[in-house]
């Protein structure tokens, strides 16, 4: 027989969920819905589409219901927020038990489940699709592994609506989100996460860098329902982009299937060549340090005091923009190596991807920066530079083979000049701030850039 205790318990939660129920119904939802159905295939369609057909049903339906499903868990905690606004500890924490903790735990994990979603969907369909373009020459080796970007990249870069997905895709439960959330996920499933209303975790914090161990002490506060519906918001809008982006590379891979269909020649598509192995194309003889392109000697080692003296020349053709890749990879080893001797490091700037936006690339661009697994952009500022390309204040994102135009924001393949990002105003405006306060560039920073907004 249930006690005195756990009646009056279960009177106060009930009138606790009545009142959110009321404050749920009474405020707008907010954000908007993803459609179900909207693509067109037609109705009759060969054995070869079948898989096609199914996935794109399947994977569009589930990406809708879990971006609408964020919507609604946004809505909840605003809801939620006014409610615990009038509360007492005690009473936080009883509705944080019965109510708040389960749907706060499952809102803050579906960024991360949307976004690999995202690169499930785009790789799998865009696999089937290339059928159209590869024709007899498709092969089925699609990997089977848990699947990141750079996984699907060779699956998906050749359709032209592809990398806009993919720069929509990429901002969603990226640095800032992770930060702001006190890296929540991952502190949930290996550790301890904050608590959400009341409590404190992480009052000890075990750091070892350089060989040194040191100890923190502090804490997590906990996660408000406010705070936790701000963030969501964001994520939810990075979905919604990358949902119209997803919807734009889908109808592409449609009307492909379509003009195959029909007779006709799709117009992109297909599965990237296969990058070759350095053993195919270049060989090294230890025994008389020659290298060997294509059979043929292109260069020299030489080893000595300690130092390998590399002699190097090549010659080679590729269409379109395609040459330009070798050397990137070059230049990248190079860096690697520490071979590109840069100046001083004076100030240091780092971005995240949502703080920048594609332009419309006028030239080559480089492929190293897609397939190096990289989360944001770090921008090392000179205070003497040889090149003052593209402007005298600019910095360098050394592992994307980026540079930074400081003064306008523009943002520029280092290797081919071709610009291909642009800081967005906000962004730019907080960086313009950082440079100023560097006791190295403020000179040269009064000389470029425009007075500060008062």
Not at 165 to 176: H, M, N, Q, R
Not at 227 to 248: G, K, S, T
Not at 331 to 348: H, N, Q, S, T
Request: aromatic share 10%; net charge negative.
């Amino acid at each position: 027989m249930t006690d005195e205790f756990s009646l009056a318990r279960s009177e106060k939660l009930t009138a606790l969920y009545t009142r959110y129920r009321e404050t749920l119904d009474s405020i707008a939802v907010g954000g908007r819905w993803m459609p179900y159905r909207w693509w067109t295939l037609p109705d009759r369609l060969n054995a070869e589409w079948m898989a096609y057909s199914q996935m794109l049903g399947e994977y569009a339906s589930e990406l809708a219901n879990i971006i609408n499903d964020l919507t609604h868990h946004v809505h909840r905690l605003r809801a939620w927020d006014q409610i615990v606004a009038t509360l007492d500890d005690n009473d936080k924490h009883e509705a944080s038990h019965e109510f708040i903790e389960m749907l706060g735990t499952v809102a803050m994990g579906q960024p991360y489940a949307i976004k690999s979603r995202f690169a499930f969907a785009a790789g799998h369909l865009s696999h089937q699709a290339n059928q159209a373009i590869d024709g007899s020459g498709w092969n089925d080796d699609f990997p089977s592994f848990n699947l990141y970007l750079n996984d699907i990249e060779p699956y998906c870069s050749q359709w032209k609506r592809y990398r806009a997905f993919k720069l929509k895709v990429e901002p969603i439960a990226g640095k800032k989100f992770k930060r702001a959330s006190d890296d929540f996920r991952n502190a949930y499933n290996h550790g301890f996460s904050s608590r959400f209303l009341v409590g404190m975790t992480g009052v000890v914090k075990r750091i070892a860098k350089g060989g040194a161990v040191s100890y923190a002490f502090g804490g997590n506060e906990p996660l408000g329902t406010g705070e936790i519906a701000d963030l969501l918001e964001v994520e939810r809008d990075h979905c919604y982009a990358a949902f119209d982006a997803f919807q734009r590379l889908v109808e592409e891979q449609v009307a492909a299937i379509v003009a195959v269909e029909g007779g006709g020649t799709p117009v992109s598509g297909g599965r990237a060549p296969e990058p070759p192995r350095s053993g195919d194309l270049l060989q090294f003889n230890p025994e008389s340090g020659t290298i060997l392109f294509e059979g043929r000697k292109v260069g020299s080692t030489e080893y000595a005091n300690g130092a390998t003296r590399v002699a190097f020349s090549i010659e080679y053709e590729a269409v379109d923009g395609d040459w330009v890749v070798p050397l990137s990879w070059l230049a990248y080893g190079l860096r690697l190596a520490g071979l590109d001797r840069r100046p001083a490091i004076v100030f240091e700037a780092s971005t995240d991807a949502d703080d920048i936006e594609p332009v419309a690339a006028s030239g080559p661009i480089l492929l190293v920066e897609k397939t190096l697994r990289l989360d944001g952009y770090v921008w090392q500022f000179h205070k003497s530079d040889a090149d003052p390309w593209p402007s005298p204040l600019h910095g360098h994102d050394y592992e994307r083979g980026l540079v930074i135009d400081g003064i306008t924001g523009q943002i520029y393949d280092k290797a081919t000049g071709t610009e291909v990002f642009k800081l967005k105003r906000k962004p730019l405006e907080e960086l313009h701030q950082q440079i100023r306060a560097s006791k190295d560039l403020a000179t040269i920073a009064a000389q470029h850039l425009p007075p500060p907004q008062p």
